[in-house]
């Protein structure tokens, strides 16, 4: 049953990245080096004969773990990725943290503009975070990255246009559908490569990756995929539990992804 219910998930998944593909003249990804990113991009490895046909875009404030950017580089290596990796500076910021909040969204706009990109693949999840239940597989935003959460294109019968502002982009939400616990049995299946940070070291492992400074472990003695699945299936812990919670209220996640916020 499992199988099946990720074959229709993988389905739809590669659905939407091709027509994104086929939709857009310029379209980029990001890459978090999270479970999630990185499993949007097999997956559009298996859309794409093996290959990923678009930049894939990394915002990195300097602060990452050093797992992480390890993480990346190999990976980017063995599946010969075009890697964009764009400098985003810690700063003071009043809405969410200064390492990952407006400053990001900034950063990435900059990135785009350079670049020209009109559309961005996205790894969020719907059951993530409330203000995510809100978006659309196909999201358009303004030249400003403004996003109007209550004013968004219907999505019938697998009928994915979207009106887009000349001088704005279209987030594309291929994961929307997906669960945790999807993620994980899909790695599990497929076999793809994931952050050792994951899995418990000294009885602690990250559940949700962010940055050193707003990121932080928690108790696990899962030390595999098929340990951090049986965690699942029992605990009562929220995902995003270890995540900073100066962005994760809903009202301030709200801000920040109306402001281009991922």
């Keep these: 049953m499992i199988k099946q219910e990720l074959d229709v998930l993988e389905e739809r998944s590669i659905y939407i990245i091709r027509e994104a593909k086929m939709k857009f003249k310029n379209i980029a990804a990001l890459w978090s080096m999270g479970k999630d990113s990185t499993a949007m991009l097999a997956l559009t490895r298996k859309a794409f004969l093996g290959t990923v046909p678009f930049p894939v875009i990394h915002i990195d404030n300097g602060i990452d773990f050093p797992e992480t950017y390890k993480f990346r580089q190999d990976l980017a290596k063995e599946w010969n990725l075009d890697l964009i990796v764009a400098d985003s500076k810690i700063k003071p ?14 950063t990435l706009k900059k990135v785009m503009n350079e670049h020209g990109f009109d559309a961005l693949i996205v790894s969020i999840r719907r059951d993530e975070h409330g203000i995510r239940a809100k978006e659309r597989y196909m999201s358009p935003r303004d030249e400003n990255f403004t996003w109007d959460y209550k004013n968004q294109p219907a999505e019938l019968w697998d009928d994915y246009s979207s009106n887009m502002d000349k001088k704005g ?12 616990i999807d993620i994980w049995n899909y790695v599990r299946q497929e076999g793809i490569p994931v952050n050792p940070l994951y899995f418990s070291r000294d009885g602690h492992r990250y559940r949700s990756l962010g940055c050193t400074h707003c990121t932080v472990p928690l108790k696990s003695d899962a030390k595999s995929v098929d340990d951090i699945i049986k965690e699942l299936e029992t605990t009562a812990d929220e995902e995003r539990s270890g995540r900073s919670m100066d962005k994760e209220r809903e009202y301030v996640m709200q801000r920040l992804r109306s402001l281009g916020y991922m």
């Design 93 to 106: 910021d009043i809405v969410g943290s200064a390492c990952c909040g407006k400053n990001k969204p900034e």
């Design 169 to 180: 982009h279209i987030r594309v939400h291929p994961l929307l559908d997906w669960n945790e």
